[in-house]
């Protein structure tokens, strides 16, 4: 790590005495001095701190490989210290505080994974690395922990107008101003993402962090809580999907896209006399695939345990130096690993679907629904369009929310109960990582009309065209379901007209519709706010947009630079417009 940092000294000192500008050979001084000392002395100053952060995030990238699991963390508060004792010094102004921050932004988007061209269409094929930052929240103590570089932050990546996947922490006790300035991003861009303190928190306690601990919480990869600087574990990567349940249901344990018997037998699904026989089938299978998933991790983990140890970022998380243990070998104050789940909105809308058609109203059997699901509809366009009328999460109904309320919390308590070899356990996540339409390509045809190979719903996300009831419908749905179970977190991804904030009034509605939300629980929201016909336009004349941001997932992308399909499903997004 020293010899990593001494040759950028070295290259600027050599650089210093090329140079005849004085002011840039002061710059290159200054680079020389700060880079001869951090990161492995302290910092003396703020130019230093966010140096030091940066060489770290940097050096922790290239050392593991990719950087979507590691992130700086809480850089508002980490940094706010030294900004404020060089303020008093007289040694920094506001002004150059900001141009630090902004280019420590363009340095974050600047860490990119190229996609093979073989993943260019339905996935990123040349996305930004998620590098989140977290902004905002609560303190230790539990005040509000808000200051004036949360603020500069807001300036720097509304200045910037990059990719920059940012998390803003929201409680209670936030400002009015800062949740305002940040609604206010998206006239710029797409970036923020709105995250409830109350309920991360709650979530935090419940996987036995200490609450001090849960409240330093900073989000890690798209929209996971995890400890600042004290955590260990993979928060992605290993994935359920509850549409896959519903097809080993009505194949018997076998999977369409592959074949084999990968399931249990739950029986013969034209014999089903009673919706609950069905669900009871469903969260069979389910289990089944989570059992699986665990124990793959597992193996995963002993490798890694085993032959990958990391002793630089074990270095930087509390507790691996103080047990003389490697991360991976379970040295961090708290291990976990990770189970998520996919295609929900997908799942509920086809229960329920199961439900009203079938057993409620008698309009089909089960085994005329399981001909027309193996064959993809085909000569049945009525009953796809009859299903596609159904009831759909998403719209405020209490019965269609029932059955997501009860299947998110069947699945964590599935998840949470398996244990990890780290001495911890795993937890549930809600999430798509933008790869939801590449999931659907894999999914036969779904009891709510789907057709084979289309995308599945989007993270927590009522599925593409199934909200008709507005936005606060949607949270409302959302917001039934018990999102202190999700200890790793969920998106709800939704789409705002632009123009609605052109004004003040515009804002501050939006600013409500995100507290309203939390006040109700929701752990997650974040907006595109762009216009049916810019996305269309983007797609015709990518040469002429080639700076249009949006929100995937949890993690923000370039727009023409996304793979058509994905392209195709942010377009289907409902565009909802909150009340003025």
């Known amino acids: 790590m020293r010899a990593f940092s001494e040759r950028f000294a070295s290259l600027a000192r050599a650089q210093s005495e090329e140079t005849r500008d004085a002011g840039r050979r002061a710059e290159l001084e200054l680079i020389a001095e700060t880079c001869g000392r951090v990161p492995w002395l302290p910092p003396r100053s703020f130019v230093e701190a966010v140096q030091s952060l940066w060489f770290t995030q940097n050096a922790a990238i290239i050392s593991y490989g990719a950087g979507s699991g590691i992130t700086p963390g809480r850089v508002d508060q980490l940094l706010f210290p030294y900004y404020e004792a060089d303020l008093a010094r007289g040694e920094l102004t506001r002004e150059h505080a900001l141009r630090l921050l902004e280019e420590l932004i363009i340095k974050l988007n600047n860490n990119v994974i190229i996609w093979p061209n073989l993943g260019g269409v339905r996935l990123n094929h040349l996305g930004s690395d998620v590098e989140n930052i977290t902004l905002g929240g609560l303190d230790a103590s539990g005040e509000d922990a808000t200051n004036e570089l949360s603020s500069l932050f807001i300036e720097a990546i509304t200045h910037t107008s990059l990719a920059t996947t940012a998390s803003f922490r929201i409680s209670k006790k936030s400002p009015k101003e800062f949740v305002r300035k940040v609604v206010a991003i998206h006239r710029e861009t797409s970036s923020p993402a709105f995250l409830n303190d109350e309920t991360a928190i709650a979530a935090m306690v419940r996987d036995g962090y200490s609450v001090e601990a849960a409240r330093e919480y900073c989000l890690v990869g798209c929209v996971e809580p995890s400890g600042n600087g004290d955590s260990y574990g993979a928060t992605g990567g290993s994935k359920v999907y509850f549409p896959t349940a519903l097809d080993l249901v009505f194949n018997r344990g076998r999977t369409t896209f592959f074949g084999a018997q990968d399931g249990v037998d739950t029986g013969d699904p034209s014999r089903f006399e009673s919706f609950e026989a069905l669900l009871s089938a469903f969260y069979r299978q389910l289990e089944s695939m989570v059992g699986w998933v665990a124990e793959a991790t597992d193996l995963r983990d002993a490798i890694w345990a085993e032959r990958f140890h990391n002793p630089l970022i074990s270095s930087t998380i509390d507790g691996c130096i103080e047990s003389g243990r490697d991360m991976t070998a379970g040295g961090a104050r708290y291990n976990f690993g990770s189970v998520g789940g996919g295609g929900l909105g997908t799942a509920v809308d086809s229960l329920a679907a ?134 790793y977190g969920n998106s709800l991804n939704m789409r705002l007209p632009l123009g609605i904030l052109k004004s003040e009034k515009g804002v501050e509605s939006v600013a409500h519709l995100v507290r309203g939300y939390f006040d109700k629980g929701g752990f997650h929201v974040q907006f595109n706010t762009v216009d049916t016909a810019t996305l269309l336009a983007a797609q015709q004349r990518p040469q002429d947009y080639g700076d249009l941001i949006v929100r995937v997932s949890g993690y923000s992308a370039y727009f023409t630079r996304l793979g058509r399909r994905i392209q195709d499903d942010i377009i289907g997004r409902s565009e909802l417009a909150p009340c003025r």
Do not use: W
């Open 354 to 487: 199961i439900r009203a058609f079938v057993f409620e109203r008698g309009q089909v059997s089960m085994g005329e629904l399981c001909e027309a699901l193996s064959t993809d509809f085909r000569g049945r366009e009525d009953l796809r369009q009859t299903l596609l009328g159904g009831p759909r999460f998403g719209n405020d109904l209490p019965e269609v929310d029932a059955l997501a309320t009860e299947l998110v919390a069947r699945f964590c308590a599935m998840v949470t109960a398996r244990k990890t070899a780290c001495g911890g356990h795993y937890k549930a996540s809600l999430i798509s990582y933008g790869l939801n339409v590449y999931e659907g390509a894999l999914e036969p045809a779904t009891p709510d009309g789907r057709h084979a190979g289309e995308p599945l719903s989007n993270s927590m996300s009522p599925s593409n065209g199934a909200e008709r009831r507005g936005p606060t419908a949607a949270m409302n749905s959302v917001a039934r379901i018990d999102h202190t179970l999700i200890g």
